[in-house]
Structures are given as C-alpha cells and as structure tokens.
C-alpha cells in the first residue's frame, strides 16, 4: 500500500514562493500518476498539477500556469510543487494523491479528484497579502 505525506506548507507573503514536497513510500509502478490538489472551505477541491511516472508528462491547471511547477526528484519517491509569485487566492489546504490506469488518462482526468485512490493528509498553505 501507498502512503503519502506532504510537506513544505506554512505561511508567506502575497509574491512569495513555497515548495511543497509529497514523499511516496511504498511501490509505483509505471500506470501510476500523482496530482496535487487544493481545497478551500466550502469550495470543491481543484487539481491544480499531475504528473505520470510512466512518461513524466506533467499538467498545470489554467488557474496556476505559469506560477506553479511540478517535478520529482531522481528516484520519484518524492513529488514537488513549486509555487512562485503566490496570491491570498492560493491559500487553500494542499494535498497530493495517487492514480493507476491502464493508459494515461487525459488532462482533465488527471486534473480530477476522482481519478485517484490514495490521499496524503494536506498541509496548510496561507498566503498574505
């Protein structure tokens, strides 16, 4: 079984930048794709990046493009969220999770909560103005 744990939240001013970190341990295999979702109280929560272990194809929602990168580290047990030039709206509970499917779900798919299986916790991500 998967276990996921992110990490890197906290508090920064509005322009300010964070990475957040999701360690994976446990095994992945080459279907698997890992998203990073937020959530803020009483909306629906919104992926904002995924990546596929496969081929490391990587999405960016419309809504952070430019602004937010994903990446992994050598090994692919840990997957990054980079968030430059944040705003107050970015403030929201960060979570990763974890997907498989036969073949690479499109980028709506991957950017869709119901596409995965396994949740990290969520850390806390408050952006100041």
């Known amino acids: 079984q998967v276990h996921l744990v992110e990490s890197g939240g906290g508090s920064v001013q509005a322009g300010g930048s964070l990475r957040l970190s999701c360690a994976i341990s446990?095994?992945?295999?080459?279907?698997?794709?890992i998203g990073w979702f937020r959530q803020t109280p009483g909306k629906e929560r919104e992926g904002v990046a995924a990546?596929?272990?496969?081929?490391?194809?990587?999405y960016i929602a419309d809504s952070v493009k430019g602004r937010f990168t994903i990446s992994h580290d050598s090994t692919v047990t840990t997957i990054y969220l980079q968030m430059d030039m944040l705003k107050s709206e970015d403030t929201a509970i960060y979570s990763c999770?974890?997907?498989?499917?036969?073949?690479?779900?499109?980028?709506?798919?991957?950017?869709?909560?119901?596409?995965?299986?396994?949740w990290g916790q969520g850390i806390q991500v408050t952006v100041s103005s």
């Open positions: 999770a974890i997907g498989a499917a036969a073949e690479r779900p499109t980028r709506v798919t991957l950017l869709s909560e119901s596409a995965y299986h396994s």
């Open positions: 990546i596929h272990i496969g081929d490391r194809y990587t």
């Open positions: 446990g095994r992945i295999y080459l279907n698997n794709y």
